[in-house]
């Protein structure tokens, strides 16, 4: 804008020797400056040159946004259909004197309107309005692009003088100075408008930090009233030293960085603010400035960072959840390549279900709610705690990994937690937990296998009693391991019947006869037996005890069937497992399932008499009045009930009293070294003879010497079973054993 004021005074010096006054243009320039709308200028200027130049009438027309089109200026003194038949007129070779000046920027002089070609299509308008002549310059800015026309109109035919075409020029020069300062102006006011009003903060300061502008969004964002100077590291102080000056360093290498900083709001709030930071230099080669525009994220920053948070975490307890420690175990695991060890445990409440049933899952969720408190109290701020879920909590312990501190720390924790709860309602609980501990990389080299040592460690210390805890071993590793692998064996064993039943004869103390034997199950896998001690309890866990149960019942008596057809007059012991028991209905179907074989076998004529079934304590101390029930009916049809393992149990000899029993079986534990220990003698002597009264036959199993076999013979006791006597045996065995007796 500048060079064009600079312009314009060698014009007006070189006016001031013509007969053009300079107070008259000056009013033109006074208005320029004063910013006064374009049209009222160009109407001035129209006016003045009028004034100067009797006998013209004058026009200014504006070249169109698209350069195309002519379009009215100012022509006050031009009839009005003549202005609006030319507006908007398509500017071209030969279209008028101001189409044709346009199109090809130089200045077109008609003196006769009438007969030039220019004017030949269109002169029926100028001469309608009693115009002849028309001298037409085009108006151009600095760079000579054509802004517009400026034409003098003459009502007679007629030529410019040397004098008129300079005023013409000048006239157009001046036109141009308006049409540009007016746009530069509106242009200015538009960049004001925009400065002003933008939503963002913009401050723009020099290398000392001084600030040179500043828009209102700037005093709203940080709440000033005033601000002198812009230092980041005063402004940013918030972010920190390191953030500030690693972005002036970027700066220093490029121009633009952007980034989220922090800073401190006139009332003292910290505001997350999105900045873009640009620097440049006002002239070549001159002083650096920087154009710093940001604007307020503190609240969607808080809003993500909640939503982060709910993600993260359990709203019961407001601890971490199960995949925010996962994800932050990974990350250790990962950030220290996998080589620095940690330990990791799984806490569970006991018997949580029975809290819940019995108080609700309100009390329930207060109660989960009281330990995660309690222990969260116990913990130093490196151990992360996070509920997996229902009662399971998870402890990452980064840094130690020491089995013995683990445990120390497990005993520290199991104490803190194994107590009384006294809850909002006034509720009291007492609450235990059992643990389980692994350590990463000794147990376990992944995140997943480590979750399941833990499981595992946990499973065992709920297993071995709770409210313990129980560090992962590499013996409980290959234990899960056979046990998963019994477990689908037996699945199979048991669709292809892949059973045998061995026997074990019982004898007469007295006689040194073979009265009964005892059915054991016998499983085979990978050509090795597998004790039934150690199968028959997965059989039990899993529920395939009462499908295995129905195949020893159905090979036993049968076999006493075939001892029968053989005159050997024998009877058999089957063992009954308690789970087999477990509910009325499964008793009710126990019965049945006797009932059908002996249908089966004998059709209904079965010699049940010959079946000994043996149970154990436990079943008595869960079950009453339907087991008595149970068991009268059994001993109906002539079956008679043995206790197995007496004395390993609850061991009450009331039950002798209560349930309809023929038979106890002292336990091997007592009868073993009986003949050496004085407690043991006493014992099965006191068993002995209340069985005796009661009415109860004796049996001892176990007998494996002749010491022990004599002190037995002493106590009362009925028959014997034992590797003294005999080891169980195949049926064959067994037949040929018994031809011979
Ligand atoms: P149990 O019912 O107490 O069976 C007696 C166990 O003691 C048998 O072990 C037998 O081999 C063993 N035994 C007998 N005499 C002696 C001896 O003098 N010294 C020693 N050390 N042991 C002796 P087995 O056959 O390994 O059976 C173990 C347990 O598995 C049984 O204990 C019983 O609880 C269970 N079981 C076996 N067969 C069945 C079955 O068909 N059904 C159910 N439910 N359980 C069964
Ligand atoms: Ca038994
Ligand atoms: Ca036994």
């Not at 590291?233 to 918030?238: D, L, T």
């Not at 390191?242 to 980034?259: F, P």
């Amino acid at each position: 804008m500048q060079s064009n004021y600079e312009s314009i005074v060698p014009t007006i010096r070189e006016f001031s020797g013509s007969s053009i006054s300079i107070e008259r243009y000056s009013k033109i320039l006074t208005m320029v400056i004063a910013g006064e709308p374009l049209s009222s200028i160009l109407n001035a200027l129209v006016l003045l040159i009028e004034k100067e130049k009797l006998g013209t009438r004058a026009s200014i027309l504006l070249l169109s946004e698209d350069r195309q089109r002519l379009l009215t200026g100012a022509a006050p003194n031009l009839p009005d259909d003549y202005n609006s038949a030319i507006h908007g007129i398509e500017i071209g070779h030969g279209v008028g004197s101001c189409g044709t000046a346009a199109y090809s920027g130089e200045c077109v002089i008609v003196e006769d309107i009438e007969h030039h070609p220019f004017w030949q299509a269109y002169k029926a308008l100028p001469l309608q309005a009693g115009l002849r002549a028309c001298w037409s310059e085009p108006i151009k800015d600095n760079a000579g692009q054509v802004l517009g026309t400026f034409a003098m109109y003459y009502d007679t035919v007629k030529s410019p003088t040397r004098l008129d075409l300079k005023l013409i020029q000048e006239a157009a020069k001046l036109a141009s100075l308006a049409i540009e300062r007016s746009r530069a102006f509106q242009f200015q006011q538009l960049a004001v408008n925009i400065f002003g009003h933008l939503p963002v903060a913009l401050v723009t300061t020099d290398d000392k930090w001084s600030v040179l502008e500043a828009n209102p969004a700037l005093y709203q964002t940080l709440q000033l009233e005033k601000l002198v100077s812009f230092n980041p590291f005063e402004i940013f102080a918030p972010s920190g030293e390191i953030a500030v000056r690693s972005m002036l360093n970027e700066l220093s290498r490029q121009q633009v960085w952007q980034g989220e900083l922090a800073t401190m709001s006139g009332k003292n709030q910290r505001l997350d603010l999105e900045v873009k930071v640009t620097s440049f230099s006002e002239t070549l080669g001159g002083e650096r400035r920087f154009a710093w525009l940001f604007n307020d994220i503190t609240e969607r920053k808080q809003a993500n960072e909640l939503i982060r948070y709910q993600a993260d975490h359990d709203a019961l307890t407001g601890l971490s959840n199960r995949s925010h420690l996962i994800e932050k175990v990974q990350q250790h695991i990962d950030q220290t390549n996998g080589k620095q060890p940690f330990g990791f445990m799984l806490m569970d409440l006991d018997n949580f279900k029975v809290i819940n049933d019995t108080f609700g899952h309100e009390c329930g969720d207060k109660l989960l709610v009281s330990v995660a408190k309690r222990l969260q109290q116990q913990l130093s701020p490196e151990i992360h705690l996070a509920r997996f879920g229902g009662d399971e909590f998870a402890l990452f312990i980064p840094f130690i990994s020491d089995s013995e501190a683990l445990e120390a720390l497990a005993e520290q924790w199991r104490n803190a937690l194994s107590h009384s709860y006294t809850l909002a309602n006034g509720q009291k609980l007492y609450a235990t937990i059992s643990i389980g501990i692994a350590r990463y990389i000794s147990d376990a080299h992944n995140l997943e296998s480590l979750l399941n040592c833990a499981d595992q460690a946990m499973y065992i210390a709920k297993s071995q009693g709770r409210n313990r805890y129980q560090l992962f071993t590499l013996r409980m590793q290959q234990e899960a391991e056979r046990h998963a692998k019994l477990l689908s064996a037996l699945k199979l064993a048991v669709i292809n019947q892949d059973f045998e039943l061995h026997f074990q004869p019982i004898v007469c103390i007295e006689t040194n006869q073979i009265i009964r034997a005892e059915a054991l199950l016998r499983w085979q896998l990978d050509g090795e037996y597998v004790s039934p001690a150690e199968f028959i309890p997965i059989a039990e866990a899993n529920g395939l005890i009462v499908q295995i149960g129905q195949w020893v019942r159905l090979h036993a008596m049968e076999t006493l069937i075939e001892l029968k057809n053989q005159a050997i007059d024998i009877g058999l012991s089957l063992n009954i497992s308690t789970f087999e028991m477990w509910s009325d209905n499964l008793q009710d179907k126990l019965i049945a399932s006797f009932d059908a074989l002996g249908q089966q076998l004998c059709q209904g004529d079965y010699p049940y008499q010959g079946l000994t079934l043996e149970i154990t304590e436990s079943v008595l101390m869960e079950q009453h009045s339907h087991l008595i029930e149970t068991l009268d009916t059994l001993r109906d049809k002539g079956i008679k009930i043995s206790i197995d393992d007496f004395g390993t149990g609850y061991s009450s000899l009331s039950y002798l009293s209560h349930f309809p029993v023929d038979q106890i079986k002292i336990d091997k534990s007592f009868v073993q070294g009986a003949d050496a220990a004085k407690k043991q003698q006493a014992l099965i002597k006191a068993i002995s003879s209340l069985s005796q009264a009661l009415e109860v036959q004796v049996v001892a199993e176990g007998v494996e010497t002749e010491p022990e076999l004599a002190f037995i013979r002493g106590c009362g006791v009925e028959a014997v079973q034992g590797y003294y006597f005999f080891k169980p045996m195949n049926k064959a065995s067994l037949f040929s054993l018994l031809q011979r007796q």
